[in-house]
């Protein structure tokens, strides 16, 4: 069973910048779309970004597009989000996710998603 491990969460204030990470077990990276997922409090969970498991697309949700970048190095089994010129709306805890399909099409819903990490809190100040 895949396990997904985020870190890199914490306190930030706006117009910062964070980089959270997330482990993956084994070699689900090579094979496998990755994205990001949050949840404001009191808010559903939304998309927040996306990257082929050829690492040849990354899709973003509309309101961290040109802020926030997701990459990932499969050596290392680690997918990024580096997270910039933040916002206190981005205030949410972050979910790293592996796609439903093998080799399959990069997700941009939450849908695309079928494992979740147990989330790393990033909470940004005024």
């Known amino acids: 069973q895949i396990q997904l491990v985020e870190s890199g969460g914490g306190l930030a204030r706006a117009g910062e910048s964070l980089t959270l990470s997330c482990t993956v077990s084994?070699?689900?990276?090579?094979?496998?779309?990755m994205g990001w997922i949050r949840q404001a409090p009191g808010k559903e969970r939304e998309f927040v970004a996306s990257i082929g498991w050829s690492s040849d697309s990354t899709f973003y949700s509309d309101s961290v597009k040109g802020r926030f970048t997701i990459y990932k190095d499969n050596a290392k089994s680690t997918l990024y989000l580096q997270m910039n010129s933040l916002k206190s709306e981005d205030t949410a805890t972050y979910y790293c996710a592996r796609a439903v399909n093998y080799e399959g099409r990069t997700p941009r819903t939450l849908s695309g998603f079928g494992s979740w990490g147990r989330g790393t809190q990033v909470t940004v100040s005024s």
């Open positions: 084994g070699r689900a990276m090579y094979t496998y779309a």
